[in-house]
């Protein structure tokens, strides 16, 4: 099982980025964007479960939006109007329920970098 993340790099204030996170080896119930900036703790983006139905959190809403093919077994973030404070390795997550558990899967990260 595997979650590859892409789509980083640098970009100006008010740009834009499109970010995915492929996944390999099993198809996710729920699955989310996490991200961490330097000397900050992990926090939670955004989420889209397996009916599409997304869900972001209040810092980014009206600027991300979470969405995913199932078809191809992929997730996005689109980004929008990003501010040097979006600055962080962006992590993809997945959810499996196995073997009477929920288990998480995370992807290696990518980075996104907004100058000002």
């Known amino acids: 099982v595997q979650l590859q993340a892409s789509g980083g790099g640098l970009v100006q204030a008010r740009g834009s980025l499109r970010l995915s996170c492929a996944a390999s080896g099993a198809v996710f119930s729920d699955m989310a964007w996490y991200r961490q900036a330097p000397g900050k703790q992990r926090e939670f983006v955004a989420s889209?479960?397996?009916?599409?139905?997304?869900n972001v959190v209040n810092l980014v809403k009206g600027r991300f939006t979470a969405s995913r093919d199932n078809a191809r077994n992929t997730m996005f973030l689109q980004m929008s109007s990003l501010k040097p404070e979006d600055t962080a390795v962006y992590l993809c997550n997945g959810r499996l329920y196995l073997s009477g558990a929920w288990r998480d899967f995370w992807g290696q990260g990518t980075q996104v970098t907004v100058s000002s």
């Open positions: 889209i479960r397996s009916d599409g139905s997304p």
